[in-house]
Nanobody, 120 residues
């Protein structure tokens, strides 16, 4: 059993900042990659940023230079620092962890999501 729990969402004015946190716990042998995705009602879930175990990072084009993803391996935690937020970035943000649980099993796990609301 693997649990993924996000925190840090909330409301902020346009141009403001928020930091999201995500902790992964449970039957984990290793975490291959962790990432943040967002989804607006009626839309598909889209990648915001992802970081792998080797430190490789990928960002969506529209957040480059404003968002920073980082991970704290010892705590199985990933962070997303968001700056200069825009109203159109008001979404539910989901954390994803791609985990090796051992005995040749890899699987993807999602958190419950945290709401980010940016007012104009």
């Amino acid at each position: 059993q693997v649990q993924v729990v996000e925190s840090g969402g909330g409301s902020v004015q346009a141009g403001g900042s928020l930091t999201l946190s995500c902790v992964v716990s449970g039957s984990i042998f290793s975490i291959v990659a962790m990432g943040w995705y967002r989804q607006a009602p009626g839309n598909e879930r889209e990648l915001v940023a992802r970081i792998n175990s080797g430190g490789g990072i990928e960002y969506a084009d529209d957040v480059k230079g404003r968002f920073t993803i980082s991970r704290e391996n010892a705590k199985n935690t990933v962070y997303l620092q968001m700056k200069s937020l825009k109203p159109e970035e008001s979404d539910v943000y989901y954390c994803n962890a791609y985990v090796y649980t051992g005995i040749g099993v890899w699987d993807s796990y999602w958190g419950q999501g945290t709401q980010v609301t940016v007012s104009s």
